[in-house]
């Protein structure tokens, strides 16, 4: 069956611009995490969503990081003004959710951002 | 400061050899798991702890969680060039939900 998958897999942009970042969860999964991960390093955590909740944003680092998602499919990263310290790898997951139990997260690829 | 601090950082060994990364925190965690990632791809899991004292092994892997539930280990026995990787630990803390909080990585180089 079909993974996460994320898009673009690379992207490279000049520092002030605008980026958006997409992520297909695998069907069926009612939770999706994104990551960012610099290099050669750990995930940082950004954003959780999880069903119809309000999402968890408390991993964002600015106000120019923002982050939807259409029910429980596709979810967008976005990323204001771009900043030299913004490239790195955005990491997206999904996971199945209930209440009072855990279930394994699948990782996408990454986009590889590069910020100029 | 990162909750998991994981050591060492780099390990660059020849292959056959055997080698040990930590993971520790000072804070109690419901389930911690390992992960392995290669360049270009994202982690993937390789076990979940939940029990303090808890062993499992996989293969030639060994994973072992502290009894107060605050440290792992993750143990390879005659390593092979195909362990090669970023390993990374995982921990989900007490009323976090789904939430990971990931430690900083191990890059692992085993030498043919």
């Known amino acids: 069956g079909a993974g996460v998958s994320q898009s673009p897999s690379n992207k490279v942009t000049e520092k002030g611009k605008d980026v958006e970042l997409r992520c297909d969860p695998i069907?069926?999964?009612?939770?999706l995490y994104w990551y960012r991960q610099r290099l050669g390093q750990g995930l940082e955590f950004l954003i959780y969503f999880q069903g119809n909740s309000a999402p968890d944003k408390s991993g964002l680092p600015s106000d120019r990081f923002s982050a939807e998602r259409t029910g429980e499919s596709v979810s967008t990263l976005t990323i204001q003004r771009t900043q030299q310290e913004d490239s790195a790898v955005y990491l997206c997951a999904s996971s199945l959710s209930w209440s009072g139990r855990y279930y394994e997260q699948y990782f996408g690829p990454g986009t590889r951002l590069t910020v100029t | 400061t990162q909750l998991l601090e994981q050591s060492p950082q780099f390990l660059s060994i020849q292959e056959g050899e055997n080698l040990t990364v930590y993971c520790n925190s000072s804070?109690?965690?419901?389930?911690l798991q390992w992960y392995r990632q290669e360049p270009g791809e994202g982690p993937v899991l390789l076990v979940t702890v939940v029990t303090g004292g808890e062993v499992k092994k996989l293969k030639r892997l060994t994973f072992q969680f502290g009894d107060a539930r605050k440290d792992s280990s993750l143990h390879i026995t005659a390593a092979q060039p195909g362990d090669t990787g970023l390993y990374l630990c995982a921990g989900r803390l007490n009323n976090a939900g789904n939430m990971l909080t990931f430690g900083g990585g191990t890059r692992l180089m085993v030498k043919p």
């Open positions: 069907s069926g999964h009612t939770a």
């Open positions: 804070s109690v965690f419901s389930s």
